[in-house]
């Protein structure tokens, strides 16, 4: 019989680790944070299962603790081919530039089922879903197998959806996170709620699970905030693209560094989300078709010759808005000092409040 499901206050840091499909989240990344008493998260969004597996193995290897996994729930092939050929012919100038043809814009499911079944035989500690809710009876079979399952929401609506089919907890996402949107639906409008608004509302609509706050949290002052508003847990990204442990890239790293603004764009996937504004946002967001992940295969040529080059202009850089506030930190010794702050945040805020 699998024993206990994690809970999240059972963890000695209330920090969990976004999972960062693309590169950032590695098997080190996550190691570091789940022995420093967080929670680590592989991405398995865009990679191969094959790719999943080892990095599973690897991080076993690494450490002994409790980590999860993260899952995109595939949508419907609904994309308007009028749209994905007008964007197409619109990125004729990045072919060139790059040096290299545009990539085939087309629907998957992202090895949805192969994914599930390698999940349901490793066994981990989490595994959360994004871009929707899974069947009920997915969360049942992994749910007897042990893992404790989470599913993102962006409104209040989709809490009480996620809710319906049992999982262990919420990701309660703002519009402040970077990297995707964890919508059920790529609708313009939705998704759009700031965290702490986001909280309450989910709050007082009494979902009765526990809640992991995500969005434009950097440091143990806004963990604080989160877990005040009603979180369990709060789940970090953008702080940890820093660390030496993430596979941040180096021309993803200087942006993080430099002065920047960012915003929410289709551009690169087709599907929105937050990244320090370049030259390929600026020229391209305004025409993107909502097409996901036929967008995200159409430019996945370009954007990886622009990567080999080093060119921060033309590659996503997912990032949340409190970037500038990330660091340069072991990620073990970042997770420790978010739980030590926020508990000396928490304890402050005591003081100040108490008659």
Excluded: C
């Amino acid at each position: 019989m699998p024993s206990e499901r994690l809970r999240l206050d059972a963890l000695a840091e209330p920090i969990v680790q976004a999972p960062m499909a693309g590169g950032p989240s590695t098997p080190a990344l996550a190691a570091a944070v789940s022995d420093a008493g967080g929670l680590g998260f592989l991405a398995a969004g865009r990679r191969s299962p094959d790719a999943l597996r080892a990095d599973i193995a690897a991080l076993r290897q690494l450490t002994d603790a409790p980590f999860g996994v993260n899952l995109f729930v595939p949508g419907a092939d609904d994309a308007d081919p009028t749209e994905l050929a007008a964007y197409a012919a619109a990125l004729s100038g990045e072919q060139e530039r790059q040096g290299v043809a545009a990539g085939s814009a087309h629907h998957d499911d992202d090895g949805w089922e192969e994914k599930l079944a390698l999940l349901l035989e490793a066994r981990v500690a989490a595994v959360s879903f994004t871009f929707g809710a899974p069947p009920a009876s997915v969360v049942q079979r992994l749910q007897a197998v042990g893992s404790a399952v989470l599913v993102t929401v962006t409104e209040v609506d989709e809490a009480h959806a996620a809710e319906l089919v049992g999982p262990d907890a919420l990701v309660v996402q703002g519009v402040e996170a970077g990297g995707h949107r964890g919508s059920f639906s790529d609708e313009d409008g939705r998704g759009e709620l700031g965290l702490l608004v986001l909280l309450r509302l989910v709050v007082r609509a009494g979902i009765a699970l526990p809640l992991v706050a995500a969005g434009g949290i950097a440091d143990g002052s806004a963990v604080a905030a989160a877990l005040t508003a009603g979180a369990s847990a709060a789940q970090l990204g953008t702080a940890f693209l820093r660390t030496a442990e993430a596979g941040t890239s180096a021309a993803h790293r200087e942006a993080l560094a430099a002065p920047g603004t960012t915003g929410l764009t289709r551009a690169f996937s087709g599907r929105r989300a937050r990244g320090i504004v370049n030259r390929f946002q600026r020229e391209h967001r305004g025409h993107a078709p909502s097409a996901y992940p036929h967008v995200a295969h159409l430019t996945g040529p370009l954007q990886a010759a622009a990567a080999a080059r080093g060119d921060a202009d033309a590659v996503s850089l997912w990032a949340g808005q409190a970037f500038p506030l990330a660091e340069e930190l072991p990620a073990g010794w970042l997770t420790r000092r978010l739980g030590a702050d926020a508990r000396a945040a928490l304890a402050a805020t005591a003081q100040r409040v108490t008659p």
